[in-house]
């Protein structure tokens, strides 16, 4: 029985097989060979295990009897999921690109309007994947674009965006927003449809302070809110350049001036005046310090203004005395005492004064004046210079007055010059008998003394190098 029940299956098995026949199948334009015995299009596209569904394309029907020596055209839809205008659909489509599959939903796009193929940004002409049997849908997300108007510093647009933040918006629409700008709402909100955005611009700024340049931004009027913002701080006499209270402009380049101010106190010497005061208990050319003199101190307060570390200005802050200088005091004797002296020829002479003095010797062809000049030899008193007349300073020695040189002898001061002042004479010779003085020596002067009134009773002191 086992035997005949194999040959049974068997002969039916080969009668099965010697029915079947290849039948050639073109799905989406790839050939595929089906052995079938069906005798219809739709039995031949269930041997093949092909699904239809509505959309897909088959020639011919699904209904025909198989053609003879023709392939069965099978053209499948591809599955979309599209997500647009807050609905999700799904769908098959013939269509070759996004837009043909958006078009078959009855979805228009707009210009601006963006769409996420498989969750990337794509666009409409990307062609669609090529079908295959129960493929995957594609994810197609149409993003609809919102209008947003900008307020950009009193200047009005408006632009279409499918960002998702309001930052991202402006920098796809290319408007640049620095650090400095001020955004109403805030650059991170969501967009939304019907969106008002404020853009309150900055003003670029460089500013110079303690060595270092900066440049910046800033939404402040002045320059002091501009330097407020940056945390610098004006202290004292500190000023800027623009001057604080000013505005703001474009690209202002602002220097930051540190003022700072040192005092310093300078000392300077009052010198002390000297009093002469008259003693006559005291000889002639005889002079008793009765009180030192003392310099006295002025001081006075230096104000020294720095800015950014230069000098620009000094000014006297405060001046005082600080001591007050002390007068010297000197009494100078008024008593004439008259002496005597004998002359080397034996004759005495009386004299009131002794005076050292620096003698020099002259001429009258010396004396600066040609021999044709019309006071040729004639001396300051009309006198004919020569021996015995004596070129003297008057404020020391009065003119007229007798005196006896050692050395020269008996002379009268009858003539001036130009370069005897103080403790010097010139002592007159004629031209043929010349002796060529210079040399220190005391002068005597003869009595009698001049009237008190006359006398020059403080001469200039003598030379500290010079002997007496």
């Given at each position: 029985m086992l035997l005949l029940t194999l040959a049974g299956l068997a002969t039916m098995a080969w009668g099965f097989l010697s029915s079947l026949k290849p039948v050639t199948l073109q799905v989406n334009q790839r050939p595929v060979v089906v052995l079938t015995n069906q005798t219809t299009v739709a039995g031949v596209l269930n041997d093949a295990g092909i699904p239809l569904a509505p959309e897909d394309i088959v020639f011919p029907a699904p209904q025909a009897p198989l053609p003879d020596n023709q392939p069965i055209t099978v053209q499948l839809a591809r599955p979309v999921q599209i997500r647009a205008d807050g609905d999700s659909i799904a769908r098959r489509t013939q269509g070759k690109t996004v837009a043909d599959a958006l078009r078959d939903a009855n979805i228009t796009l707009k210009p601006q309007d963006r769409v996420l193929i498989d969750g990337l940004v794509g666009e409409?002409?990307?062609?669609?994947?090529?079908?295959?049997?129960?493929?995957?849908?594609?994810?197609?997300?149409?993003?609809?674009?919102?209008?947003?108007?900008?307020?950009?510093?009193?200047?009005?647009?408006?632009?279409?965006?499918?960002?998702?933040?309001?930052?991202?918006?402006?920098?796809?629409?290319?408007?640049?927003?620095?650090l400095g700008d001020a955004v109403t709402p805030d650059l991170g909100t969501p967009v939304a449809p019907g969106w008002q955005v404020y853009i309150r611009r900055s003003r670029a700024a460089t500013i110079n302070v303690d060595g270092r340049t900066f440049r910046t931004r800033t939404l402040g009027d002045t320059i002091a809110n501009l330097i407020a913002q940056e945390g610098i701080q004006l202290a004292g006499k500190d000023y800027t350049i623009p001057a604080a209270t000013q505005a703001v402009r474009e690209g202002v380049n602002v220097q930051v001036m540190r003022v700072k101010e040192d005092f310093v106190t300078e000392a300077e010497a009052i010198p002390y005046d000297t009093?002469?005061?008259?003693?006559?208990?005291?000889?002639?050319?005889?002079?008793?310090?009765?009180?030192?003199?003392?310099?006295?101190?002025?001081?006075?307060?230096?104000?020294?203004?720095?800015?950014?570390?230069?000098e620009v200005q000094r000014s006297i802050d405060r001046e005082w005395i600080e001591a007050v200088p002390v007068t010297k005091v000197i009494n100078y004797g008024t008593k004439i005492v008259r002496r005597t002296m004998t002359l080397p020829d034996g004759s005495p002479i009386t004299y009131w004064r002794k005076i050292r003095v620096l003698a020099t010797s002259y001429t009258a062809a010396t004396s600066g004046k040609a021999r044709t000049h019309p006071e040729f030899g004639i001396t300051a008193l009309g006198w004919q210079a020569g021996l015995g007349v004596v070129a003297v300073d008057p404020k020391v020695i009065n003119l007229r007055a007798k005196m006896y040189v050692p050395g020269y002898g008996l002379a009268t001061a009858g003539d001036t010059g130009g370069k005897i002042k103080g403790r010097r004479v010139d002592l007159g010779y004629d031209e043929s008998n010349l002796v060529l003085w210079?040399?220190?020596?005391?002068?005597?002067?003869?009595?009698?003394?001049?009237?008190?009134?006359?006398?020059?009773?403080i001469i200039p002191e003598l030379p500290a190098n010079v002997k007496h």
């Open positions: 409409p002409t990307a062609q669609l994947p090529r079908a295959s049997v129960d493929p995957p849908a594609l994810q197609i997300t149409v993003q609809r674009a919102v209008p947003i108007q900008v307020n950009d510093n009193g200047a009005l647009t408006t632009f279409y965006t499918t960002a998702p933040t309001l930052g991202e918006a402006l920098r796809q629409a290319g408007l640049v927003v620095y009093s002469w005061k008259p003693d006559p208990s005291l000889e002639l050319d005889a002079h008793v310090v009765t009180q030192a003199g003392m310099e006295g101190t002025k001081k006075r307060t230096i104000r020294i203004t720095y800015e950014n570390g230069r210079f040399k220190w020596v005391d002068v005597y002067l003869l009595d009698p003394p001049p009237p008190a009134d006359q006398i020059h009773w």
